[in-house]
């Protein structure tokens, strides 16, 4: 998956408007236009298209948990220069404040299943001997499931089969 898929994805699944996906950066101290929300949110069909950086995505993670969870005290997390699907599931799971056992029931909500030392190699250290990579499928069928239990009424719906709102 893209960064970009990830943004559209997830600005989809909580209905987020430009304004609020604006205050999610700034929730990480940092400050992005509408344009550059329209241009990542564009299909790369087309001319307006830019990549959303591993940094830029990060950050947007980072508010994501400031947003959901509250900003922690002291100095605040700086984003990651580099990025994959691991880095990226961790810090859902850290801003939906999931546990195992509710990934598990997502990802079975887009009828992915695994088992619970599966998803723990996810969430490991990379030097650790157990630690597995996160595959796109398993990102995607997770941010699937997200959708589904966020937007139980759309996620059947064919205007929303790719999971994309491109009206806002």
Request: glycine letters at 4%.
């Amino acid at each position: 998956m893209t960064n970009n898929d990830v943004l559209r994805k997830i600005r989809y699944t909580f209905d987020y408007n430009d304004s609020k996906m604006i205050g999610i950066f700034a929730a990480a101290d940092a400050e992005v236009t509408r344009e550059q929300i329209s241009s990542w949110l564009k299909r790369e069909e087309d001319p307006d298209y830019k990549n959303c950086s591993d940094v830029q995505l990060s950050t947007f993670l980072n508010g994501l948990i400031n947003e959901k969870r509250g900003k922690r005290d002291g100095e605040q997390p700086k984003p990651e220069k580099k990025i994959n699907n691991n880095i990226i599931f961790r810090k859902l799971k850290i801003a939906l404040d999931l546990r195992d056992e509710d990934i598990l029931e997502i990802l079975l909500l887009a009828d992915l299943q695994i088992s619970r030392h599966e998803l723990s190699a996810f969430f490991r250290r990379a030097d650790h001997k157990h630690f597995r990579p996160c595959k796109d499928q398993i990102l995607r069928n997770f941010l699937h499931g997200v959708q589904i239990m966020y937007r139980p009424e759309e996620s059947n719906d064919e205007s929303a089969e790719e999971g994309f709102k491109w009206d806002k």
